[in-house]
Every structure is written in C-alpha cells, then in structure tokens.
C-alpha cells in the first residue's frame, strides 16, 4: 500500500494539470502498454493497488475502461455512486475522501461541478483523476490526442511523438462544454489550433476553460467555416450529461450544428472524424459521417483504456523508462 505524503501526491483534475514533456512520455508509455495489451504480454506494476471510481453520472466507456484497464495492470477496483455510498445521502465531500483515499491508492470521479473533485482532491492523501465534471474531460483529450499521433504521427521518442500536432486544426463543432473547454487547454499546451463553431448561447468561457491566453483558439459563426482546412473535425452530444431539462431548447438551437459530408469536405481531404462518444446520429453528426472512412471513433473508445492505464501509471509510479 502507498503512503505517500499529501505534498507529492498528483492529481489529474484537467488537462493542463500535465506539462507538454509529461503528456510526451504518457503518450510513448501508452503506446508500449498497447503494445503488450496486444501481445497479450502480462504487465502488473499496479499489482496490490486499489482504484475507488467514484460515478455520480452514467457511464459506459470510462467505468470499462478504468476497470478493465486497472485489472490488466494487476490492481483492483471498487466501483461507487450516488444512490449506493453515503455520498448520495450527504455525507460531506471533505470526509469521503479522507476515508476512501486512506484504503486505496488511486481514485477516479465523474462527477457535476469541478468544484467538487477539486474539494475531494485537496481533502485526498492519493491522486485523483477527473473521470468527467460538467467543465472537464481530460481522459477523453487524452485519449483523442494519442489517437491523432496514432493516425497521424510517425510514434517515436518522447522528444518527437507530439511533432504532429505543432500547427494543426482542430474544429469544434457544438456545444461549449467539458470537451470543449478541454481541447482548448489541449491547445494552449500543445501548440494546435482549436477552431470552434458554437450557437448563440452556449459559448466557451475562457475563464471556465482556464486559458492563459486567446492565441490557440479561433471562433466561427458559420460551422462550416470552422472545418474549413482542418485535419480533424470533432463534435459531442447537443445535451451533456445534468442538462437534460435544457434538452427541447437544445435540439432547436443546435439544428445547424451537425456534422455532416459537407463539413468534412471542407476540412483537409485526410482529415479525421472524433466523437468522444455517445453519440446520436442525426443530431450532431450524420450516420454517414461517424460510420464513414475517416471517422477512428472506435479507436478513439478503445484507446480510453491504454491512455488511462499509461495515466494512472504516471500518477502511481512517476516516469518509467524500459
Ligand atoms: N466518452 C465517455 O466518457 O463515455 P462514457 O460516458 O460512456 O463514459
Ligand atoms: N459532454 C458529454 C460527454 C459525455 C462523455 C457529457 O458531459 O454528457
């Protein structure tokens, strides 16, 4: 069992909480713990460890993923929500995770206000990693990213594996949300251009998003301008998860913001289609976009686990070089 002191702990409570040399390195250690998933290669460093994931909204792709993720690594998991902890009754935040991070090693919250896991991170004796809040995403940026170098990029050392993101396009596509407002610190930090076409009334935020600056970021009105020259288009659901009573406003606002062929034929002819998934065809993003030739959504899914299992390495074990 861990017993690292409170000053050393690291958290992963968004995407700017990594430097660009350490997301360098958890995209080279990603790729070898691919690798070895492949080869079907035992790899156990977590062995003994424990990972509290902690659910306050519905999950497919992250409980799977932190959970199968953490097992093949050799640790285990204990899985919580809302309706089946003292949390949905109450019970203060502060004390939660004084208890759980006392009896495991590594914790894992999707929750609503970041607020919240940042009060669950600073009362926490072991790193937490943002598994979803209503402001951020950082696993699924992880993951978009690693999968970008894998389509794009030519692998390689720590020192080169982010070259193929340097002076790229990302268009955005949607709703000003935790994906958004994580590619935008993906951006800032690892030197691409965010382009983001939103409809009036659901803007990103700089100061929610937490830039340092407006340099990485260019906003449309017209989405398809946003696509024009991009080398990957990505969208999301037009309703996150806790908005769902702004659902009938949603669909009426949202109505030109589908992905569709004409979008991606004005991005680069070799550009890549993401979703973090779920996904709803017909609102923002065709069938025939999604299940088209340069949508790697399917990647991108399978790709949560390796990104993560590289992540909770890192926040567990520091650098490893093999
Ligand atoms: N993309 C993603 O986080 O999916 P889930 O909501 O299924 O975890
Ligand atoms: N923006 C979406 C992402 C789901 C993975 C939500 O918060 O519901």
Known sequence: MSATPAQQVRHYLQFSDLSAPEYAHVMVRAAEIKRKFKAYEKYHPLADRTLAMIFEKAS????????????????????????????????????????????????????????????????????????????????????????????RGSGGSEDKVLDCLKGKTVAWVGDGNNMANTWLQAAELLGFTLHLSTPSGYEVDQAVAGLRSANSYKIFKDPEDACRGADLVTTDVWTSMGF??????????????????????????????????????????????????QSVVWDEAENRMHVQKALMEFLLLGPIHD
Request: proline content about 4%; aromatic content about 8%; some cysteine.
């Open 60 to 151: 497919t792709r992250t409980r799977v993923s932190f959970e199968a993720g953490m097992y093949q690594l050799g640790g285990s998991v204990v899985h919580l929500t809302t309706g089946d902890s003292q949390l949905g009754r109450a019970e203060p935040i502060e004390d939660s995770a004084r208890v759980i991070s006392r009896m495991t090693d590594i914790v894992m919250i999707r929750t609503f206000g970041q607020d919240k896991i940042e009060r669950f991170a600073s009362h926490s004796r072991v790193p937490v990693t943002n598994g979803l809040t209503n402001e951020f995403h950082p696993c699924q940026i992880l993951a978009d990213i690693f999968t970008y170098i894998e389509h």
């Open 244 to 293: 769902e009573a702004e659902n009938e406003a949603r669909k009426k606002a949202f109505a030109d913001w589908c992905v569709d062929e004409a979008m991606m034929q004005a991005a680069k002819p070799d550009a890549l289609f993401m979703h973090c998934l779920p996904a709803h065809r017909g609102e923002e993003v065709s069938a025939s976009v999604i299940d088209g030739p």
